[in-house]
């Protein structure tokens, strides 16, 4: 195991409630540089949560997140500077529907990074070349497929140039014929060293690109092992029961 | 029938020769024309920047009315200064939208120049903040609903790249949503120009009072006031015109 990795984001104790719903009840984890962290669980279980409650789109109710060692839930941390770091993919693309492409890319890189809008654009022009799109980067949004879509918000987040990337079920909105291109970008990514944090139900995925996979259910986390442990020896009753659903 | 033609064509040069001299008494004459066209000068100065005014009134507004519906819970739990200024500033807005809707558009004029800017002899400066403080009640609600209409989801792609709140609405927000919001917003600049046609009641002479005052000079009503409505006309067809070429342009990101 890769105890003396440097602990990227350390959650501690994680509560989050709606109203009167417990989502979260208690979650901890740490998640080390290079490591590919996959959640899965079934629907409604807070897994969701978890993922938003990393890069606080969802303020928790309580416990900690620490990012490099940052307590990023105290009141008086400056988060968007923490969010420039972690990169975030939406189930929903949620591409700017307004901009172009490249646009898109570029905007947030100009606006907070300060980049020159060549250097924005030489930036976001590479990264689409490695996935395969250059040749839309004038194109707005409405005018791209599912799959190109997820791509663009993909590398848009690696504009920013990221610490971790989040990815909030990146590939269930999606027809199952783009499906694979998606999790192609996602593997490289993985391959090539980046961090990431990956909510879905691609049990493929899990097995072949995580370094940790996670079952969280009814706001806990029931069972956390490396892929080939996790699958073939599941220790948890309802982790069985899952997996004897879904694979 | 022959006869029956002759009466006609008599008739006709007869209504001719009256409209001539009606036309005459009411436009050329001490170049009344160049009233109207004073008058018309004045209300679109006028209506231009209290548009501009309604407008940055409007966005003020409606992003602190959607930012409290929105996220006022959040910051509440999360406590500090924040939550409190916000709480203040919608408090303010509220009462703002509540004044200026519930009172009629005269009396606020009439307030702002007789009692507010009574050493003021700007009238046509006290006409634009009147009319653009009253129009940005208006602009304020379309710009909340259009605020409200954006997905959530471009909401969180902004701040998740590391925008803060500001940042955000600026850049993703507020142009998605005046995309939306466009035919709305058309409506209540058609409905603008039209009201400040009573901008005479504090001695202004703009369109309206310049029609009125040819009246009380030649003692005719038809032409003099037609004219005024037809002026009205031209500008509220050119107006959608141009807001219907400016909402083809924008949607040119949706093919």
Known sequence: MSIEKEILIDVQDLHKSFGSIDVLKGVNAQIRRGDVMVVIGPSGSGKSTFLRCLNLLEDPTGGKVFFEGVDITAPKTNIDRHRQKMGMVFQQFNLFPHMTILKNMTIAPMKLLGKSKAEAEAKAMELLTRVGLADRANAYPSQLSGGQKQRIAIVRALCMDPEVMLFDEPTSALDPEMVGEVLEVMKELAHDGMTMVVVTHEMGFAREVGTEVVFIDDGVILEQAAPNEFFSNPKHPRLKDFLSKVL | MAQWFENLWNGIQLWA???AAEFEL??????????????????????????????????????????????????????????VLLKIANVICNIYLTVIRGTPMVVQLMIMYFVVFASSNNSIMVAVIAFGINSGAYVAEIFRSGIMAIDKGQFEAGRSLGFNYIQTMWYIVVPQMFKVVLPTLCNEFIVLIKE?????????????????????????????????????????????RLVGLLERRLRKSEH
């Open chain 2, 17 to 19: 020769a009256d409209f």
């Open chain 2, 26 to 83: 009411n436009f050329i004459k001490g170049n009344r024309w160049k009233w109207l066209l004073d008058g018309l000068q004045n209300t679109l100065v006028i209506t231009f920047f209290a548009l501009l005014l309604g407008i940055a009134l409007g966005v003020v507004i409606a992003v602190i009315r959607s930012t409290y519906d929105k996220n006022g819970e959040t910051m509440k739990r999360r406590g500090g200064i924040g939550y």
């Open chain 2, 196 to 240: 400040t046609s009573v901008a005479g009641y504090v001695g202004i002479m703009d369109l309206t009072k310049a029609g009125e005052l040819i009246t009380g000079r030649t003692f005719s009503y038809f032409m003099p006031l037609i004219a005024v409505a037809i002026i009205y006309l031209i500008l509220v067809v050119i107006l959608t």
